[in-house]
């Protein structure tokens, strides 16, 4: 089986796999990071999103040999090791954001990717955006509301 070494949330890790494994059965499996959700067969749902070198992915729709010495962001490496949070779960946690939570750890992937861009770019990131930015990311129980807003809370934290 062909090995594999990549960062995960900023330690290496590596692996002995098969050449078929998806980018999200690696992290959940054979790390144990079971924070990356798997919600469909199909690459429609978003719960398995995670950020590339820095760049929100969803890893059901890549293998894990193709991303052989990248830089791998999970939910569980989002918030500081001292246990802060990020002020994305912060935000979904003040405005409400999830139900169920199983959509959670790629909307907040997507999230924070998403206000990095903009930020980036100067571009202003209002409902309309954010509503856009958010059309591969399903989520069964909100309506999208509170997660709209919890978006738009953290960009302006974040921008603070
Ligand atoms: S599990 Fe990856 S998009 Fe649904
Ligand atoms: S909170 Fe349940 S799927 Fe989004």
Redesign the pocket.
């Known amino acids: 089986m062909p090995k594999i070494t990549m960062t995960v949330n900023g330690q290496e890790r590596s692996a002995d796999i098969e050449a078929r494994t998806l980018l999200?059965s690696f992290l959940r499996e054979d790390l144990g990071l079971t924070g990356t959700?798997?919600?469909?067969d199909?690459?429609?749902?978003?719960?398995?999103i995670v950020h590339i070198d820095g760049q929100a992915v969803?890893?059901?729709?890549t293998l894990a040999l193709q991303n052989e010495g990248r830089e791998i962001t999970t939910i569980e490496g989002l918030a500081k090791p001292d246990g802060t949070l990020h002020p994305m779960q912060t935000a979904f946690h003040e405005n409400h954001g999830l139900q169920c939570g199983f959509c959670t750890p790629g909307m907040i992937m997507t999230a924070t990717d998403m206000i990095k861009r903009y930020q980036a770019s100067g571009a202003p990131l209002d409902e309309k955006a954010v509503r856009a930015e958010l059309e591969g990311n399903l989520c069964r129980c909100t309506g999208y509301q509170n997660i709209v807003k919890a978006i738009l809370d953290a960009s302006t934290q974040m921008s603070a």
Not at 37 to 40: P, Q
């Open positions: 999200s959700h798997v919600g469909c199909t690459s429609q749902c978003g719960a398995c969803k890893s059901c729709a």
